[in-house]
Protein backbone atom coordinates (compact mmCIF):
# COMPACT_ATOMS: atom_id res chain seq x y z
CA UNK A 1 0.00 0.00 0.00
CA UNK A 2 1.25 3.35 -0.88
CA UNK A 3 0.24 6.86 0.76
CA UNK A 4 0.84 10.00 -0.90
CA UNK A 5 0.57 13.10 0.83
CA UNK A 6 0.24 16.63 -0.76
CA UNK A 7 0.78 20.30 0.58
CA UNK A 8 1.52 23.39 -1.28
CA UNK A 9 -2.13 24.72 -2.03
CA UNK A 10 -3.45 28.18 -1.50
CA UNK A 11 -5.27 31.61 -2.57
CA UNK A 12 -2.89 33.21 -4.84
CA UNK A 13 -3.41 36.54 -7.12
CA UNK A 14 -3.17 36.20 -11.01
CA UNK A 15 0.35 36.31 -12.09
CA UNK A 16 1.54 35.02 -9.00
CA UNK A 17 3.34 31.15 -8.02
CA UNK A 18 2.52 27.88 -6.22
CA UNK A 19 5.22 25.29 -5.44
CA UNK A 20 2.89 21.81 -5.14
CA UNK A 21 4.69 18.86 -2.99
CA UNK A 22 4.04 15.05 -2.85
CA UNK A 23 5.65 12.76 -0.73
CA UNK A 24 5.27 8.95 -1.22
CA UNK A 25 5.30 6.51 1.41
CA UNK A 26 4.42 2.84 2.15
CA UNK A 27 5.09 -0.21 0.63
CA UNK A 28 6.57 -0.57 -2.95
CA UNK A 29 8.92 -2.09 -5.39
CA UNK A 30 9.70 0.95 -7.38
CA UNK A 31 8.06 4.14 -8.37
CA UNK A 32 7.60 4.08 -12.36
CA UNK A 33 6.22 7.89 -12.44
CA UNK A 34 4.98 10.63 -10.65
CA UNK A 35 2.00 12.92 -12.05
CA UNK A 36 -0.34 15.74 -11.56
CA UNK A 37 -3.69 16.13 -12.19
CA UNK A 38 -6.14 18.79 -11.50
CA UNK A 39 -10.70 18.64 -11.46
CA UNK A 40 -12.14 21.87 -11.19
CA UNK A 41 -15.96 21.81 -10.52
CA UNK A 42 -18.42 20.41 -13.36
CA UNK A 43 -15.50 19.59 -15.45
CA UNK A 44 -13.42 16.77 -15.86
CA UNK A 45 -9.99 15.70 -14.27
CA UNK A 46 -7.10 16.40 -16.69
CA UNK A 47 -3.75 15.12 -16.76
CA UNK A 48 -1.21 18.20 -15.83
CA UNK A 49 1.96 16.86 -16.01
CA UNK A 50 4.47 13.68 -15.84
CA UNK A 51 7.62 12.91 -14.70
CA UNK A 52 9.41 9.11 -15.11
CA UNK A 53 11.76 7.64 -12.62
CA UNK A 54 14.02 8.36 -15.34
CA UNK A 55 13.28 12.07 -15.37
CA UNK A 56 11.26 12.18 -18.85
CA UNK A 57 8.24 14.73 -18.44
CA UNK A 58 5.10 15.79 -20.44
CA UNK A 59 3.37 19.18 -19.91
CA UNK A 60 0.25 20.01 -20.45
CA UNK A 61 -0.19 22.40 -23.38
CA UNK A 62 -2.68 24.58 -20.79
CA UNK A 63 0.05 25.12 -18.61
CA UNK A 64 3.31 24.39 -21.01
CA UNK A 65 6.29 27.56 -20.32
CA UNK A 66 4.05 28.17 -17.15
CA UNK A 67 5.04 24.81 -14.77
CA UNK A 68 7.16 22.78 -14.38
CA UNK A 69 7.48 19.40 -13.19
CA UNK A 70 10.71 17.82 -11.03
CA UNK A 71 11.13 15.04 -8.38
CA UNK A 72 13.79 13.47 -5.89
CA UNK A 73 13.66 9.98 -6.30
CA UNK A 74 15.83 10.00 -2.97
CA UNK A 75 12.68 11.43 -0.90
CA UNK A 76 9.79 9.58 -3.39
CA UNK A 77 8.48 13.10 -4.10
CA UNK A 78 7.21 14.92 -6.94
CA UNK A 79 6.99 18.71 -7.31
CA UNK A 80 5.05 20.95 -9.33
CA UNK A 81 6.32 24.52 -9.84
CA UNK A 82 3.86 26.83 -10.97
CA UNK A 83 4.39 30.08 -12.13
CA UNK A 84 2.34 33.16 -14.10
CA UNK A 85 -0.69 31.77 -12.48
CA UNK A 86 -4.31 32.06 -14.15
CA UNK A 87 -7.52 32.46 -12.91
CA UNK A 88 -8.56 29.17 -14.97
CA UNK A 89 -5.80 27.66 -13.40
CA UNK A 90 -8.09 27.66 -10.25
CA UNK A 91 -8.79 23.58 -9.44
CA UNK A 92 -8.20 20.57 -7.16
CA UNK A 93 -4.68 19.05 -8.24
CA UNK A 94 -3.67 15.72 -7.01
CA UNK A 95 -0.66 13.37 -7.24
CA UNK A 96 -0.90 10.21 -8.82
CA UNK A 97 1.68 7.63 -8.75
CA UNK A 98 2.50 4.61 -10.45
CA UNK A 99 4.09 1.93 -8.71
CA UNK A 100 6.30 -1.60 -8.85
CA UNK A 101 4.01 -3.00 -6.18
CA UNK A 102 6.05 -5.02 -3.47
CA UNK A 103 6.31 -8.25 -3.15
CA UNK A 104 3.98 -8.54 -6.40
CA UNK A 105 5.55 -6.35 -8.88
CA UNK A 106 2.59 -5.90 -10.48
CA UNK A 107 2.02 -2.46 -11.87
CA UNK A 108 -0.49 -0.26 -9.05
CA UNK A 109 -1.95 3.38 -9.01
CA UNK A 110 -2.42 5.49 -5.99
CA UNK A 111 -4.05 9.27 -5.43
CA UNK A 112 -3.00 11.72 -3.16
CA UNK A 113 -5.61 13.22 -1.57
CA UNK A 114 -5.83 16.67 -3.45
CA UNK A 115 -5.17 20.23 -2.74
CA UNK A 116 -6.46 23.16 -3.74
CA UNK A 117 -4.97 25.82 -5.78
CA UNK A 118 -7.36 29.19 -6.18
CA UNK A 119 -6.29 32.08 -8.33
CA UNK A 120 -7.92 35.49 -7.70
CA UNK A 121 -8.12 37.95 -10.60
Known amino acids: QVQLVESGGGLVQAGGSLRLSCEAS????????MAWYRQAPGKQRELVARITSGGSTYIADSVKGRFTISRDNAKNAVYLQMNSLKPEDTAAYYCFVEVVSSPSRRLAGYWGQGTQVTVSS
Open 26 to 33: GTFFSINA
